[in-house]
């Protein structure tokens, strides 16, 4: 297997405006955690960052030891060492007809074959509804979210991931970005939610208005892109339960089925203490947390 760094720790920076209740509720989780931060005033953010303007901006959060994971190299490498273990990975897809009456004793796959097990654990991110739209219906809804790369200067390096950190705005709207990573770009994207979105009909196409209010949005917080041509955009989903609270239980009319779902925007990088408490409630038949379970849906 080819050595590649998952996680870049660039350290990542908080702007907090003059409505700061979600950075001030971050400061005891965060001390909580053990993670290391620094708050610093709109001067010290400036004095360090210069490239970014600060109208708006009244302190801020930085984290220096944490930074952002390179997910599609992440994903493959847990693969890779999935199947040096033994385990065995298809590519298949699934008939969904009958999947909510009852105890599974059979998982059918087009083409005829199928799947025999004890237990199935369902993970389909924004497809997981449509699988199971008697028991989860519009409990989780997808929603499409616009994703942008633009080039930086030539030869400015002040927007490269050795000068910027990772960063976070909720001044209006829940702007992020990430410095440009392996030449791909400086991204940036909205993480306010999108419009309803089919994940199996869809076009991965942007809107023209979510570019233009990036565009805006860029020009605004860092003047010096203003002009920045755009490299590559991407449509993400997210798969949103209206507490933005996982989805982790059986399913009711058929014990042997587990659904796990409702990322809501921040599933990869729960991913693995989530896979652990997953395993554990399956193979020891456990029950998930009420948090977790789908009563929730019901109140």
């Not at 008697?134 to 930086?152: C, H, L, W, Y």
């Not at 599933?267 to 977790?292: R, S």
Request: hydrophobic fraction near 40%; include cysteine; charge should be negative.
């Amino acid at each position: 297997m080819k050595s590649c760094q998952l996680f870049h720790p660039i350290g990542v920076l908080w702007l907090a405006a003059a409505d700061d209740q979600f950075e001030r509720g971050s400061l005891p989780m965060l001390r909580e955690a053990g993670i290391r931060y620094a708050e610093l005033s709109a001067q010290e953010i400036g004095q360090r960052w210069p490239q970014i303007s600060l109208d708006g901006v009244q302190w801020g959060i930085h984290e220096p030891e944490s930074g952002f994971l390179k997910t599609r190299a992440s994903c493959q490498m847990v693969l890779e060492g999935f199947l040096r273990e033994g385990g065995e990975y298809k590519q298949a897809a699934v008939v969904a007809q009958g999947l909510e009456d009852g105890k599974l004793k059979g998982l059918p796959l087009f083409g005829g074959s199928k799947l025999v097990a004890d237990r199935y654990v369902f993970a389909c991110g924004p497809w997981l509804s449509k699988l199971f739209p008697k028991t989860i219906g519009d409990f989780i809804r997808p929603t499409k979210q616009d994703v942008f790369f633009f080039g930086t200067p030539a030869g400015d390096d002040r927007f490269s991931e050795r000068n910027l950190p990772v960063w976070a705005d909720q001044r209006d709207r829940f702007m992020y970005g990430i410095p440009g990573n392996e030449g791909r770009g400086f991204k940036i994207a909205d993480d306010t939610r999108g419009a309803d979105f089919d994940p199996t009909t869809g076009e991965r196409v942007v809107d023209a208005e979510s570019l233009k209010a990036i565009r805006d949005y860029l020009g605004f917080r860092f003047p010096a892109l203003k002009n920045a041509p755009l490299l590559e955009s991407r449509v993400c989903q997210y798969e949103n339960t209206p507490d933005d609270h996982f989805l982790v239980d059986r399913h009711p009319a058929a014990e042997n089925i587990w659904l796990v779902g409702g990322g809501s925007g921040h599933g990869f990088k729960h991913g693995p203490a989530l896979g652990e408490m997953v395993a554990e409630l399956v193979m020891a038949d456990k029950d998930p947390d009420p948090l977790f379970r789908l009563a929730r849906a019901k109140k």
